[in-house]
């Protein structure tokens, strides 16, 4: 018994942790106590050396002194003062007036805000409940279809996964070994094609026509409400995509810019600083006590070759990379069902990151790859989280409307799932364009051959330390075999002549 337990050692590790995720232990907590079981199990068993844990400080060390997830409370401290002082639901309104002489303007106006929304929180549950309550009493007041106000807002919401400055893309590219800057740039034009596609298709579900008072009405009010948010976010894009700020950087300029946006216009008193403040603590301690967790059972897990075995179960895919890509697909679509990002992104990408780097897939690519994959699985009936968020916050029962006085009817969970299925299908077209097209996240050859792994302050990542302290990264990364780049010929290293009893002396000419 004991050698059976010692040769399957990784599966019945992988196996207990399903086990208690299933059972609603916290992720955190599951991770570390996998870890640390199986590691003295591991020690007592004499397959793993005593001196394993004391890898473990080190490790916890490493995340700490991690600059890149700085950002993360960053970012998450900007959208809650834009959404906290009202400045988001002023952005929504006066877009909503933007295209109000538009049959479905005010749908176009919560992809365009929503999309904003959940790129600055950066998480998919705060994007959708505060579109959910914003902009689906307006909605209903205003007599949308309840499928088309449903869908644009689970649509709009679950955008957080691919929309810069995402948090998502933060934590991505940090587990990845990728910059955050390329990472931002390799989903940029995803999410600019998946808006796009959002809005033509508000467009042609609404069957808009322009009329005559379009913009005149209401300039000064674009002016004075919807440009400043929309510059400080561009602006820490831009000093970001230049190389001007690191993401960290980026992210404490725009929570101190929508701080004083806030403070300039009179939306934000003390009463709403704390309520922003406790926020932001509790989804950053939620993110690093998640880190914590997946670097205890990582450690465990890759002193028993549970690497190997993850490596050895994918090899006996056919197809290659393209039978990987499809497994993974399908196992990241799955998993979204019953777990978030940040549990998927801890837990699945360290182990998938190996097999596509061997395989020579772009890790950039892969990664965005994977949050478009997991925002479909979001989206998708009957699990998807983004539906239970809004089912959480849209009318159960029917209503009086407080302003019109007029009855409203209540939002069905059957309408709620029927109004997503437009976005799905939009997702899965755009999942399949970037596996036809890499060069809509890699962009050109010279750009794919140059991507990869920096330590840089805006690069920086979660490294593993050796016990010894020394930091250990991995190989470069290829990306001839996936995408036919041709690689770039090595630099010829001259060889120095031995000395030899034949070779004359120099004679000295003077």
């Given at each position: 018994?004991?050698a059976?337990?010692?040769?399957?050692?990784?599966?019945?590790?992988?196996?207990c942790l399903?086990?208690?995720l299933?059972?609603g232990?916290?992720?955190?907590?599951?991770?570390?106590?996998c870890?640390?079981?199986?590691?003295?199990v591991?020690?007592?068993l004499?397959?793993?050396?005593?001196?394993l844990?004391?890898?473990l400080?080190?490790?916890?060390?490493?995340?700490?002194s991690?600059?890149?997830?700085l950002?993360?409370?960053?970012?998450?401290f900007?959208?809650?003062?834009?959404?906290?002082?009202?400045m988001?639901?002023?952005?929504?309104?006066?877009v909503g007036?933007?295209?109000?002489?538009m049959r479905?303007?005010?749908?176009?106006?919560?992809?365009?805000v929503?999309?904003l929304?959940?790129?600055t929180?950066g998480v998919?549950?705060?994007?959708?409940?505060?579109?959910?309550?914003?902009?689906?009493?307006?909605?209903l007041?205003y007599?949308?279809?309840?499928?088309i106000?449903?869908?644009?807002i689970?649509?709009?919401?679950s955008?957080a996964q691919v929309v810069?400055?995402?948090l998502?893309?933060?934590?991505?590219?940090?587990?990845?070994?990728?910059?955050?800057?390329?990472?931002?740039?390799?989903?940029?034009?995803?999410?600019?094609?998946l808006i796009?596609?959002?809005?033509a298709?508000?467009?042609?579900?609404?069957?808009?026509?322009?009329?005559?008072r379009?913009?005149?009405?209401?300039?000064r009010?674009?002016a004075?409400?919807?440009?400043?948010?929309?510059?400080?976010?561009?602006?820490v894009?831009g000093?970001?995509?230049?190389g001007i700020?690191?993401?960290?950087?980026g992210g404490?300029?725009?929570?101190?810019?929508?701080?004083?946006l806030?403070v300039?216009?009179?939306?934000?008193?003390?009463?709403?600083?704390?309520?922003?403040?406790?926020?932001?603590?509790?989804?950053?301690?939620?993110?690093?006590?998640?880190?914590?967790?997946?670097?205890v059972?990582?450690?465990?897990?890759?002193?028993?070759?549970?690497?190997?075995w993850?490596?050895?179960?994918?090899?006996?895919?056919?197809?290659?990379?393209?039978?990987?890509?499809?497994?993974?697909?399908?196992?990241?679509?799955?998993?979204?069902?019953?777990?978030?990002?940040?549990?998927?992104?801890?837990?699945?990408?360290?182990?998938?990151a190996?097999?596509?780097?061997?395989l020579?897939?772009?890790?950039?690519?892969?990664?965005?790859?994977v949050g478009i994959?997991?925002?479909?699985?979001f989206?998708?009936?009957p699990?998807?989280?983004?539906?239970f968020?809004?089912?959480?916050?849209?009318p159960?029962?029917?209503?009086?409307d407080?302003?019109?006085?007029?009855?409203?009817?209540?939002?069905?969970?059957?309408?709620?799932?029927?109004g997503?299925l437009p976005?799905?299908a939009?997702?899965g077209?755009?999942?399949?364009?970037?596996?036809?097209?890499?060069?809509?996240v890699?962009?050109d050859?010279a750009?794919?051959a140059?991507?990869?792994?920096?330590?840089?302050?805006?690069?920086?990542?979660?490294?593993?330390?050796?016990?010894?302290?020394e930091y250990?990264?991995?190989?470069?990364?290829?990306?001839?075999?996936l995408?036919?780049?041709e690689p770039?010929?090595?630099?010829?290293?001259?060889t120095?002549?031995?000395?030899?009893?034949s070779?004359?002396?120099?004679?000295?000419?003077?």
């Amino acid at each position: 018994m004991t050698a059976w337990i010692m040769l399957n050692m990784a599966p019945i590790m992988f196996g207990c942790l399903a086990l208690f995720l299933i059972s609603g232990i916290r992720v955190a907590f599951a991770l570390a106590s996998c870890g640390l079981v199986f590691g003295f199990v591991g020690i007592e068993l004499g397959m793993l050396p005593p001196s394993l844990v004391q890898a473990l400080p080190l490790r916890v060390l490493g995340i700490m002194s991690n600059k890149t997830l700085l950002a993360i409370p960053f970012f998450t401290f900007m959208g809650l003062v834009l959404q906290r002082s009202g400045m988001a639901e002023d952005l929504l309104e006066t877009v909503g007036q933007v295209f109000g002489a538009m049959r479905g303007g005010l749908a176009l106006a919560v992809v365009l805000v929503g999309s904003l929304l959940a790129a600055t929180t950066g998480v998919v549950a705060a994007s959708i409940i505060a579109m959910g309550l914003i902009s689906m009493p307006i909605m209903l007041r205003y007599g949308y279809d309840r499928r088309i106000a449903s869908g644009v807002i689970t649509a709009a919401g679950s955008l957080a996964q691919v929309v810069p400055p995402s948090l998502v893309l933060i934590v991505m590219a940090d587990q990845l070994g990728r910059s955050v800057g390329d990472m931002y740039a390799g989903a940029l034009l995803p999410a600019l094609m998946l808006i796009g596609a959002y809005v033509a298709l508000v467009v042609v579900l609404a069957d808009t026509v322009f009329g005559t008072r379009w913009l005149s009405r209401i300039a000064r009010r674009v002016a004075f409400v919807l440009i400043p948010p929309l510059l400080l976010i561009f602006l820490v894009l831009g000093t970001i995509f230049l190389g001007i700020a690191t993401p960290t950087e980026g992210g404490a300029m725009g929570a101190v810019g929508a701080l004083l946006l806030a403070v300039a216009r009179k939306r934000l008193d003390i009463n709403q600083a704390m309520d922003a403040l406790p926020a932001t603590t509790k989804l950053a301690a939620f993110v690093v006590f998640i880190l914590l967790g997946a670097t205890v059972f990582s450690l465990t897990f890759q002193a028993v070759d549970g690497n190997v075995w993850v490596e050895h179960l994918f090899d006996k895919l056919p197809g290659g990379s393209t039978g990987f890509l499809i497994a993974v697909t399908v196992l990241v679509f799955v998993l979204g069902f019953l777990l978030d990002f940040f549990e998927i992104a801890f837990i699945l990408l360290p182990l998938l990151a190996p097999i596509a780097t061997k395989l020579d897939i772009d890790l950039i690519w892969f990664g965005v790859l994977v949050g478009i994959n997991l925002q479909t699985s979001f989206l998708t009936p009957p699990f998807g989280f983004a539906l239970f968020y809004l089912r959480s916050v849209a009318p159960s029962e029917d209503y009086t409307d407080a302003e019109t006085g007029q009855p409203v009817a209540r939002v069905t969970t059957g309408q709620i799932y029927a109004g997503t299925l437009p976005f799905i299908a939009i997702q899965g077209v755009l999942l399949a364009l970037i596996i036809a097209f890499p060069q809509i996240v890699i962009g050109d050859k010279a750009n794919a051959a140059k991507n990869k792994p920096k330590q840089g302050v805006v690069s920086e990542r979660m490294l593993d330390m050796a016990p010894g302290g020394e930091y250990q990264t991995g190989p470069a990364l290829d990306m001839n075999a996936l995408f036919g780049l041709e690689p770039e010929p090595p630099t010829p290293t001259p060889t120095p002549t031995p000395p030899s009893e034949s070779t004359p002396e120099p004679v000295d000419k003077k």
